[in-house]
């Protein structure tokens, strides 16, 4: 018999994107799905867009506004399949990406197939997002939509509730549960970059310090799991890669004020001392070439305080770059 695959969407206010991703769905060339969409309380259309889809391999689940962690833990709860994909609902998805995956699986016996992305702007332009560093963590990305995922690696495992960042917070443990990951350079999946209201673009809000829980979650359930002492440094690169590259060069350097910069900057320098207090000797590096040599001095100037030098190596050419290319 087929093997059944859960795809699950959770869907909260998205009207203008829910019809594309859906339609990505439905007309996947492997057809044995369970396709559950979670409305996550929506207040716009999306409710009752979603009434009006009659494939027959749907399943709604309606719930009050939870966030988007709720959503996908109560797909899972209530998920059949023997394998399971998560889609966000205002992004789409290559029309064979279940069936590459399965023929993947069957080809290596992969327990989890971890493919790579588009980045899609409002204009339709599309970014090759290549996931090539040599760390499995960092290669992964921590978000749950680029991977195919046998059912049982969710096992025991959940979204922390009522956090930014909750995918930080399990998908990495889901990562390093794994016995046989493989991964694909295939682009299987379009990621919408430039949504307004979309958690990655907000800025000047330092709720994105929530990463620190989150990565002291993957940490707790990876010792539950007892595999943490095998992945530690893995998880090393975890923590260099969201809380020091990408906090101190994505979000940081928005806040308004320098004052507010140095003492976020302080928490990013004082937690990595705390979990560990060799990591500015243990070579690790974010991007390649050019870019991770810019990344790492501007890293290093931010955390010494001398914020204005940062911007100058770092925020300037970031902001004049993404203006010219979209992205």
């Given at each position: 018999?087929?093997?059944?695959?859960?795809?699950?969407?959770?869907?909260?206010n998205?009207?203008?994107?829910l019809?594309?991703?859906?339609?990505?769905?439905f007309?996947?060339t492997?057809?044995?799905l369970?396709?559950?969409?979670?409305?996550?309380?929506?207040?716009?259309?999306?409710?009752?867009?979603?009434?009006?889809?009659?494939d027959?391999?749907?399943?709604v689940?309606?719930?009050?506004?939870?966030?988007?962690?709720?959503?996908?833990n109560?797909?899972l709860?209530?998920?059949?399949?023997?394998?399971?994909?998560?889609?966000?609902?205002?992004?789409?998805?290559?029309?064979?990406?279940?069936e590459?995956?399965?023929?993947?699986v069957?080809?290596?016996?992969?327990?989890?197939v971890?493919?790579?992305?588009?980045?899609?702007?409002q204009?339709g332009?599309?970014?090759?997002?290549?996931?090539?560093s040599g760390?499995?963590?960092?290669?992964?990305?921590?978000?749950?939509?680029?991977?195919?995922?046998?059912?049982?690696?969710?096992?025991?495992?959940?979204f922390?509730?009522?956090?930014w960042?909750?995918?930080?917070?399990?998908?990495p443990?889901?990562?390093?549960?794994?016995?046989?990951?493989?991964k694909?350079?295939d682009?299987?999946?379009?990621?919408?970059t430039?949504?307004?209201?979309?958690?990655?673009?907000?800025?000047?809000?330092?709720?994105?310090?929530?990463?620190?829980?989150m990565?002291?979650?993957?940490?707790n359930?990876?010792?539950?799991?007892?595999?943490?002492?095998a992945?530690?440094?893995?998880?090393?690169?975890l923590?260099?890669?969201h809380l020091v590259?990408?906090?101190?060069?994505?979000k940081?350097i928005?806040l308004?004020?320098?004052?507010?910069?140095?003492?976020v900057?302080?928490?990013?320098r004082?937690?990595?001392n705390s979990?560990f207090?060799?990591w500015?000797?243990n070579?690790?590096r974010?991007g390649?070439g050019?870019?991770?040599?810019?990344?790492?001095?501007?890293?290093r100037?931010?955390?010494?305080?001398?914020?204005?030098?940062?911007?100058?190596?770092?925020?300037?050419?970031?902001?004049?770059?993404?203006q010219?290319?979209?992205?």
């Amino acid at each position: 018999m087929e093997p059944l695959v859960s795809v699950i969407v959770p869907v909260y206010n998205v009207e203008n994107y829910l019809e594309r991703c859906a339609e990505s769905i439905f007309k996947q060339t492997y057809a044995h799905l369970e396709i559950i969409f979670v409305d996550d309380g929506s207040t716009d259309s999306s409710g009752a867009m979603l009434e009006t889809f009659s494939d027959p391999r749907i399943r709604v689940i309606t719930q009050e506004n939870g966030g988007q962690a709720a959503a996908r833990n109560a797909g899972l709860d209530q998920m059949t399949g023997d394998y399971v994909i998560m889609v966000d609902s205002d992004d789409y998805i290559a029309p064979n990406l279940v069936e590459k995956c399965l023929k993947t699986v069957t080809q290596t016996e992969a327990d989890l197939v971890m493919f790579t992305s588009y980045n899609v702007n409002q204009s339709g332009d599309m970014q090759y997002i290549p996931r090539n560093s040599g760390h499995l963590l960092t290669d992964a990305g921590s978000v749950p939509w680029n991977k195919f995922y046998t059912a049982s690696l969710w096992e025991k495992l959940r979204f922390p509730t009522g956090y930014w960042y909750e995918d930080l917070g399990v998908v990495p443990a889901v990562v390093l549960r794994a016995e046989k990951p493989v991964k694909l350079d295939d682009a299987l999946y379009f990621y919408i970059t430039d949504r307004a209201d979309s958690q990655s673009n907000l800025q000047n809000d330092t709720k994105f310090l929530d990463v620190i829980p989150m990565l002291e979650n993957v940490t707790n359930e990876l010792k539950a799991l007892d595999i943490f002492e095998a992945s530690k440094a893995e998880v090393e690169t975890l923590y260099m890669e969201h809380l020091v590259y990408r906090t101190v060069l994505r979000k940081i350097i928005y806040l308004e004020g320098t004052k507010q910069r140095k003492e976020v900057l302080k928490i990013v320098r004082e937690t990595m001392n705390s979990h560990f207090p060799k990591w500015e000797k243990n070579g690790y590096r974010s991007g390649s070439g050019l870019t991770a040599k810019l990344k790492y001095l501007a890293v290093r100037l931010y955390l010494q305080g001398f914020v204005h030098l940062g911007d100058l190596v770092w925020k300037v050419p970031f902001e004049k770059r993404r203006q010219q290319t979209g992205f």
